[in-house]
C-alpha cells in the first residue's frame, strides 16, 4: 500500500525548509525593527525642556558675597520663562527673543536661547523697597550679546509672573512666567 503524501506529513518529523527560514527570519527582523524605534522614541522624548542651568556654570559667589536682594525682591531668583513684551507708544506686542531669563543667587542673571547661554552677568541694584528693585543687567565680558537689557525695575504678579519695566513713560514691560 502506498501511503498518501498527508500520512507521511504525520509520520516524518518536521524539516525545515526554505520557507520556514524565511517565515522565522521575517518574524526576527520584524520583532527587531519594532524594538529599534520603541528605543528610538523612549531616546527621542525630551526628559527635560530645561536641560541648561546656570547655577551648574557659575559659581554662587562669583560677584557677590552675600545677598543683594532683600524681602519679596528675593522672589526673582529662579528660571522664568519669558512670554512677551508690550508698551510703546502704539501700545505693540514683540514675540520673545530669547527663551528664558534665570537668575541664581547672589545677583547673577543668564539669558538662556535654545537650551545654550547666550549671555550672563550680574545684577546691580540700586534701589530697592518691598515692591519693587531698581536693577541693572551688566552682562559678563565673555557673554557680551548684540542683546542688552540695561536698566529694568521689577514687580511681581503673585508668585509665578516677574514684570520687567524700561522706566520709560512710553516703554516696554517685559512678562515673564516661573518655571522653577
Known amino acids: ?3 498518501r503524501s498527508e500520512d507521511l506529513r504525520k509520520t516524518q518529523p518536521l524539516i525545515w525548509n526554505n520557507h520556514h527560514i524565511e517565515k522565522s527570519f521575517t518574524m526576527i527582523i520584524k520583532r527587531l525593527i ?4 520603541f528605543i528610538v522614541l523612549l531616546s ?6 530645561d536641560q541648561i542651568l546656570l547655577w551648574d556654570q557659575v559659581s554662587k559667589t562669583q560677584y557677590y558675597h552675600s545677598e543683594i536682594f532683600t524681602g519679596n525682591n528675593q522672589k526673582i531668583y529662579g528660571k522664568w520663562q519669558f512670554l512677551y513684551s508690550s508698551g510703546g507708544i502704539g501700545g505693540g506686542k514683540i514675540d520673545p527673543e530669547y527663551d528664558y531669563l534665570e537668575v541664581v543667587q ?3 542673571y543668564g539669558i538662556i536661547n535654545k537650551n545654550s547661554i547666550d549671555q550672563f552677568g550680574k545684577l546691580l541694584v540700586s534701589d530697592q523697597d518691598e ?4 536693577i541693572t543687567f551688566f552682562p559678563d565680558p565673555k557673554y ?3 542683546f542688552q537689557m540695561v536698566r529694568r525695575q521689577t514687580s511681581f504678579t503673585g508668585n509665578d509672573t516677574l514684570v520687567l519695566w524700561d522706566l520709560m513713560y512710553d516703554g516696554y ?3 515673564y512666567k516661573r518655571i522653577r
Do not use: P
Not at 519594532?34 to 524605534?37: D, L, M, Q, S, V
Not at 527621542?44 to 525642556?49: E, G, I, L, Y
Open 1 to 3: 500500500m502506498i501511503k
Open 34 to 37: 519594532i524594538a529599534i524605534c
Open 44 to 49: 527621542a522624548c525630551d526628559k527635560s525642556k
Open 106 to 108: 547672589y545677583g547673577i
Open 131 to 134: 515692591k519693587h528693585a531698581l
Open 144 to 146: 557680551m550679546t548684540n
Open 173 to 175: 514691560f517685559a512678562y
